[in-house]
């Protein structure tokens, strides 16, 4: 995006930032040096095989990883502050491996997540990492609340994305959200 867009003019290479919601927040604490061990998931899937995520990875084949080689991770120190939301595997975090994790990082959990629990992802990276998060526990939320709302068409095919528990508001949660991800930004990437 810094070179090749045609936009690129408009971005200030000192000022980059990084949302990152679900495997987008994982990706995140990756980039911006963390170091996840997938030890820690087959871990976990022995203890819960019920975990949404340990049976998605039970059909692909993906467990077993107790013999795997770390992984060559790769990090931009370019990514300078970071929101993520309802992170995926963050049980995969230890404090080591979240240590080099210093950015200022905006921190949100859906109180009913039944995809990523908070007990075994966002309360396990927001203890792990070494500075405290800014932190946004949402009441009433689910995994996909924070994804945009859905039009009537995507509801109609992808129910499991766009329906929110009762009581839930997705679109009057994102217009709070959205200003809270552009104000963190606005304070976190201010021009030196």
Known sequence: MLNDWPGHAAIDPTRIGMFGHSAGGFTTLIVLGGVADFRLA?????DHPEDWGCQRAREKGALGADDQKPADWHHDPRVTAAV????????TFTKEGLAAVIEPIQLWRAENDRITPNKWSADVVE???PNPPDDHPVPLAGHFSFLAPCS????????E?????QGFD??????QFNQALV?????KLAPR
């Open 170 to 175: 997705r679109v009057a949660f994102h217009r």
């Open 127 to 129: 203890t792990a990492l």
């Open 152 to 159: 009537e068409a995507l509801a109609k095919v992808a129910p």
């Open 161 to 165: 994305i766009c329906n929110d528990d």
């Open 84 to 91: 993520i939301a309802a992170p995926a595997l963050g049980h």
């Open 183 to 187: 104000d963190f930004f606005k304070a």
């Open 42 to 46: 087959a871990l976990l899937c022995r």
